[in-house]
């Protein structure tokens, strides 16, 4: 358990932000994974009074606050309705529904976890995160930054007709996963994301086609074999993280095929 010496409740984003720019800061979320740690944090921040808390729809896209629980992504009709039911597989599996009422989008996403479900799924789609200070940015440009003091303030998700899948593979039906793969469709193409390898998830650069045949998906499987760096720790071996990229890459595009 960590401690604190002070707590505040921020009114504003200025204000979280600027007592954020001291390194004995910590911002404050559902505070899930903060409990866990051992920290003494000097100011904790709490985010939960500036109105982050909305899921908003335009034509054009979702904004998404970062203080939305990660259960009001999974029982969002309008988010499941617009993605084939993405936001309900990548949340369904972490821990149980009291703990999924507090932990929240910007927690996860900003801690960048490598087992992170969220940031593997939501690679997948088109999304764009709004930090306070440094604007608007793509999520994977988001993705590979090292971590700052800036805050996530949303994260916007386009409606622009990309479908996707999610699969993970899990030693227990709550653990963390082994490895998870999402895939995402538009105009023929299909986009792969690999995440749990334990390394952060990461998009894959080559090439794969809708109507890929067994050769194609081989030939593609390769290619993010060699992209991409896979590792062993308790929940499985390099190897047998290689060997299930393969099969949820092949599982992803068999249901993408299938519509
Ligand atoms: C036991 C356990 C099991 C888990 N299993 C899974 C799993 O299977 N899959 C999965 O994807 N996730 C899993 N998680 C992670 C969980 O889903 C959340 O991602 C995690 O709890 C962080 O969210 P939070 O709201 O609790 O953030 P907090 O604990 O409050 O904060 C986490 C970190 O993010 C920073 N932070 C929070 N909000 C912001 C912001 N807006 N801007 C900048 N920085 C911010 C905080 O300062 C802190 O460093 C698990 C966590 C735990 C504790």
Not at 114 to 132: I, N, T
Request: a positive charge; hydrophobic letters at 45%; glycine letters at 8%.
């Amino acid at each position: 358990m960590f401690t604190a010496q002070q707590y505040v409740k921020a009114a504003t984003l200025e204000e979280a932000w600027q007592l954020n720019q001291k390194r004995s800061t910590t911002l404050l979320a559902g505070g899930c994974w903060l409990r866990l740690t051992r920290r003494r944090v000097g100011t904790l921040v709490d985010l939960s009074g500036l109105g982050l808390d909305t899921i908003e729809e335009t034509e054009s896209e979702f904004s998404l606050g970062a203080m939305v629980t990660l259960r009001q992504l999974e029982t969002s009709e309008a988010l499941n309705g617009a993605f084939g039911g993405l936001f309900k597989e990548m949340t369904r599996h972490i821990v149980g529904v009291q703990f999924r009422n507090c932990a929240t989008l910007g927690g996860s996403i900003a801690a960048r976890f490598g087992f992170s479900d969220l940031l593997c799924a939501l690679l997948a789609l088109d999304c764009e995160v709004e930090l306070f200070k440094a604007g608007r940015m793509p999520l994977e440009q988001y993705a590979k930054m090292p971590a700052d003091r800036d805050i996530l303030v949303r994260i916007f998700v386009k409606k622009n007709g990309r479908r996707p899948v999610y699969q993970t593979m899990r030693n227990a039906e709550t653990d963390l996963p082994v490895l998870a793969v999402a895939a995402s469709e538009k105009d023929g193409q299909v986009r792969v994301v690999v995440g749990a390898r334990p390394a952060r998830a990461e998009v894959v650069n080559a090439p794969l086609a809708l109507a890929a045949d067994k050769a194609a998906l081989e030939a593609f499987q390769a290619a993010m074999q060699s992209q991409l760096t896979f590792a062993g720790n308790m929940r499985g071996s390099e190897e047998y993280r290689r060997h299930l990229a393969n099969v949820l890459t092949g599982r992803c595009l068999a249901a993408l095929q299938e519509g």
